[in-house]
């Protein structure tokens, strides 16, 4: 690979990895511990990932249990859940705090595709935007040392990649949404 169309395609990469990484955040029904990843807890005045605070497991296929190091911190992390937009209401029996996730609806299925599908399409924009930029940055090479013929190579290059991304995302949104949508 080109050093020039590697840049860009670093950017692509990266513009996919937050889609991945975004995407284990959405709630399949299953007890997923990665939704707890964006939210806080106060630790002595300091916002703390949940798992750096207690220890998170799945007992069970639909409940994700948190027994935090220092008991103290069960009313925080119960505030921190309840404040968070994961939409699950924490049981707290003195010792751990339990998160049991609901069946999804068919409804809230069809609709959490769309959230996926969109979340797709705002990644493959994101991609296309480094391509046009790499394009944009080829362009002004004209009238330099590179020829046209290597400017020419560079973008067919650089669509190759693009292409490729596009092809990744479409996989992985269709493989999350196939996860939502099986009962």
């Known amino acids: 690979m080109n050093e020039k169309v590697k840049v860009y395609s670093d950017k692509m990469n990266k513009a996919y990895d937050f889609l991945v990484e975004d995407l284990a955040t ?7 511990p990665h939704v707890l990843d964006k939210i806080r807890v106060d630790y ?3 916002p703390t990932p949940i798992q750096q605070v207690g220890n998170v497991s799945v ?9 935090p ?19 699950i209401n924490p ?4 010792t751990v705090i339990r998160l ?13 595709s769309k ?6 399409e705002d990644a493959k924009v994101a991609v296309r935007n480094v391509r046009r930029d790499g394009n944009e940055a080829f362009k002004k090479l004209k009238g330099t040392e590179v020829s046209e013929d290597e400017i020419s190579d560079l973008t067919d290059e650089l669509q190759k990649i693009t292409d490729d991304f596009v092809k990744k995302i479409d996989a992985t949104i269709e493989a999350k949404t196939k996860e939502i949508m099986t009962v």
Do not use: C, H
């Open 69 to 87: 190091w220092e008991k103290n911190m069960l009313k925080e992390i119960e505030k921190a859940i309840l404040t968070s937009d994961i939409g």
């Open 59 to 67: 007992p069970e296929a639909r409940i994700i249990q948190i027994a």
């Open 26 to 32: 959405v709630r399949a029904g299953r007890a997923n």
């Open 44 to 46: 002595y005045g300091t």
């Open 115 to 120: 959230d996926i599908k969109k979340k797709g």
């Open 91 to 94: 049981t707290n029996d003195g």
């Open 100 to 112: 049991i996730f609901p069946e999804l609806t068919e409804e809230r299925r069809k609709q959490l």
